[in-house]
């Protein structure tokens, strides 16, 4: 399938995503209603996702049980998004910063997971907003958007 394939299920989200504010706290009900986890532009989105584990490059890197890599990186094709993603499995990340916020896509994997309480589906973090990331109770893909691309690590 490859890098493309997951760009081209994409681009439906990223025009979604133009000119949306993370701190709309109605953007993750919005997203749910018009980009359900299980249609058609989120199963193609998994299903490349899930592909990329397979080949190789999606989450080709991993610290501390985190697999993770940044497939997208912010350009005028994606609005300015940067896409990370991560698969996790029972396991916190490391503690971080959404300088403009963090629109995320989670994909249930294995078990009842949930990412951070929330389950399947989408999860939004306002601008500024820090967390320590934690998944529970089974393994899920998540996509982060990140608008500009901008995220903080703390040490």
């Known amino acids: 399938m490859g890098r493309e394939t997951l760009e081209t299920a994409l681009a439906p989200l990223f025009a979604a995503l133009k000119d949306a504010d993370p701190?709309?706290?109605g953007l993750a009900a919005r997203l749910s209603a018009s980009f359900?986890?299980?249609g058609p532009?989120?199963?193609?989105?998994?299903a490349a996702a899930a592909a990329g584990l397979v080949e190789g490059w999606f989450c080709n890197r991993e610290n501390g049980g985190v697999r993770f890599s940044r497939p997208v990186k912010p350009?005028?094709?994606s609005n300015g998004y940067s896409v990370d993603a991560v698969v996790m499995d029972r396991v916190s990340g490391p503690r971080h910063t959404h300088t403009n916020g963090?629109?995320?896509l989670c994909f249930?994997?294995?078990?009842?997971?949930?990412f951070c309480g929330h389950g399947e589906g989408w999860v939004v973090f306002g601008k500024g907003s820090t967390h320590v990331p934690v998944v529970s109770d089974g393994r899920m893909t998540i996509l982060y958007f990140l608008p500009g691309g901008a995220i903080e690590f703390h040490a």
């Open 75 to 77: 350009s005028p094709a």
């Open 108 to 114: 249930t994997d294995e078990g009842d997971a949930k």
């Open 41 to 46: 532009v989120c199963a193609a989105v998994r």
């Open 36 to 38: 359900p986890v299980n």
């Open 23 to 25: 701190d709309d706290r």
């Open 102 to 104: 963090e629109i995320n």
